[in-house]
């Protein structure tokens, strides 16, 4: 399933031409990356940045590929780690919803993209505001944004979040793949973790049932040109 999605985030750059240079912004462990190499030609290259030492460390340790370079950097800050307008295309796979400041970040990418360059972006925000959303739902995303270190600027809904990223950054094409992610997400943690423990799988199912109905997130990609 991961394979498949950020085989289908790739895709939507259109990697085909040669002799391109691709920043992927929070990186976390490469893996993705390693997944990316083989899909570019060689002469392309990879720079991968995360702000976990510890992770670009696993990264450069298991990575045999010549054409990713992996390294640390805080995603705030990676408008001073690289020039002007150096980079054919960006990524952004799950990350940009643990930033202090998604609209700082927005900012960044369109610094680093070249005239023609592409922005792909996979993120995670409310369907509705937070302020509306009920009181189970409410209770939901606390646990979730504790859980995945989601700071409270970054429980917007999606209308907020579009709007962020178009003052930034020319919106080419929005793609809401939420019913494939979250929901099968829900269902395979909750009767692996009933199967484990032994508990009646019937149980299970209301659970399910349950947390779909409450679900109060929407999983977007974005396609972006430069503004």
């Known amino acids: 399933a991961t394979i498949n999605l950020i085989n289908f985030i790739f895709n939507k750059a259109d990697l085909k031409k040669t002799d391109t240079n691709i920043l992927d912004i929070g990186c976390g462990y490469g893996e993705q990356d390693m997944e990316l190499a083989k899909l570019i030609d060689d002469r392309s290259t990879i720079t991968a940045v995360d702000i976990s030492d510890k992770q670009i460390a696993w990264a450069?340790?298991?990575?045999?590929?010549?054409?990713?370079?992996?390294?640390?950097?805080?995603?705030?800050e990676v408008d001073q780690k690289y020039d002007k307008e150096i980079f054919d295309t960006i990524f952004s796979i799950e990350s940009a919803f643990h930033y202090n400041s998604r609209p700082k970040f927005f900012k960044n990418v369109n610094f680093l993209l070249k005239d023609t360059g592409t922005?792909?972006?996979?993120?995670?925000?409310?369907?509705?505001?937070?302020?509306?959303?009920?009181?189970?739902?409410?209770?939901f995303i606390k646990i979730f944004s504790d859980f995945f270190h989601i700071p409270k600027q970054n429980l917007i809904s999606t209308e907020e979040w579009l709007n962020q990223l178009s003052n930034e950054l020319k919106i080419v094409e929005i793609i809401d793949i939420t019913e494939k992610t979250f929901k099968?997400?829900?269902?395979?943690?909750?009767?692996?973790y009933f199967e484990n423990k032994n508990l009646?799988?019937?149980?299970?199912?209301?659970f399910i049932k349950l947390l779909i109905s409450i679900q109060?997130?929407?999983?977007?990609?974005?396609v972006c040109k430069k503004s």
Not at 119 to 139: G, H, Q, W
Not at 200 to 206: M, N, T, V
Not at 216 to 222: E, L, Q, R, S
């Open 60 to 76: 450069n340790k298991n990575c045999s590929r010549k054409n990713i370079k992996f390294d640390s950097c805080d995603a705030m």
């Open 119 to 139: 922005f792909v972006i996979a993120d995670i925000a409310l369907r509705e505001p937070y302020n509306k959303t009920p009181i189970l739902s409410s209770i």
């Open 184 to 192: 099968p997400h829900y269902r395979h943690w909750v009767k692996t």
């Open 200 to 206: 009646p799988l019937f149980l299970a199912d209301i």
């Open 216 to 222: 109060p997130f929407t999983y977007t990609v974005a």
